[in-house]
């Protein structure tokens, strides 16, 4: 019966995360190879969730979220597993609706590398993030400055700069 009521609400939850303005959104991720893969706001929402509390313009906000590795990942820009060689050596390019842009090496945000999570936020204050932030938006804890947190985020790259060749050839 606990168990019972424990899934309900998780089941709710899910919904919930998924209802608003990232349900009907998507994020396109170009990997390694140049495949581009589109996320829609219901995968996305479907991942694990992170919260990240950061302070803009000197109002505190909390953002929710799937970990931006994460993202790469279940868009099979980023192989599964450790990070290893060649992988090292990739970037992650995220670009917003406004032509904005922010990078950030692959292992920054990698959880066994980096403490600091960085997300890409579907939810403000507990509520679907507004267009003119929105859908989505990433939350980068760790930044002394808000300024890598990129609002309106629409597109992922992940760039590889090694020389050492084939990312998924690396033990
Ligand atoms: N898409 C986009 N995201 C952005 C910016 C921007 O110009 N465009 N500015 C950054 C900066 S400099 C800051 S300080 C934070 C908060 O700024 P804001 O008041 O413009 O949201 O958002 C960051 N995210
Ligand atoms: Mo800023």
Avoid: N
């Amino acid at each position: 019966m606990i168990l019972h009521r424990v899934l309900s609400v998780g089941l709710a939850g899910s919904v919930l995360a998924v209802s608003g303005a990232a349900w009907c959104q998507s994020v396109t991720v170009t990997g390694g190879e140049g495949r581009v893969t589109t996320l829609a706001g219901a995968r996305i929402a479907d991942l694990p969730r992170t919260t990240v509390s950061l302070s803009i313009h000197g109002e505190d906000h909390v953002f929710q979220g799937a970990l931006l590795m994460d993202v790469v990942k279940a868009a099979g820009a980023v192989p599964e597993g450790p990070l290893h060689g060649p992988s090292l050596a990739q970037a992650v390019v995220v670009r917003a609706a406004d032509g904005y842009a922010v990078v950030f090496g692959l292992a920054e945000l990698d959880a066994a590398t980096r403490a600091d999570p960085i997300i890409l936020a579907d939810q403000a204050d507990g509520a679907p993030i507004a267009e003119a932030d929105g859908p989505f938006r990433l939350a980068v804890q760790g930044d002394l400055r808000p300024v890598r947190s990129a609002r309106q985020v629409t597109a992922i790259e992940v760039v590889s700069f090694s020389s050492l060749g084939e990312t998924r050839a690396a033990h």
